[in-house]
């Protein structure tokens, strides 16, 4: 089992900018992907920044040129700059990790911005 846990949510106004930090830990064998997800109220979860382990990244159109996500291995840990940041990025923000073929879950961290 992987547990993850994540820090850094919270209210900022519209512009504003957020650091969400995600660590894992348990019986990593693995890791082949870290992101994260976000779910507004009553949307579905959605696919925010995803790093892969050879590198690879992808962000949904929405955030792109404003949140950078960011790897350190050696921690296990996945952390997600967000700039300039606008009310539609409302969420609950959700740490996932893809370890060997497992998928894993944080408990999710409210982001609340404020126009």
């Known amino acids: 089992q992987v547990q993850l846990v994540e820090s850094g949510g919270g209210l900022v106004q519209a512009g504003g900018s957020l650091r969400l930090s995600c660590a894992a830990s348990g019986s990593i064998f693995s890791i082949n992907a870290m992101g994260w997800f976000r779910q507004a109220p009553g949307k579905q979860r959605e696919l925010v920044a995803r790093?892969?382990?050879?590198?690879?990244?992808n962000y949904t159109d929405s955030v792109k040129g404003r949140f950078t996500i960011s790897r350190d291995n050696a921690k296990n840990a996945v952390y997600l700059q967000m700039n300039s940041l606008k009310p539609e990025d409302t969420a609950v923000y959700y740490c996932y990790v893809l370890e060997s073929l497992n998928d894993y879950w944080g408990q999710g961290t409210q982001v609340t911005v404020s126009s």
């Open positions: 790093i892969f382990n050879g590198g690879g990244i």
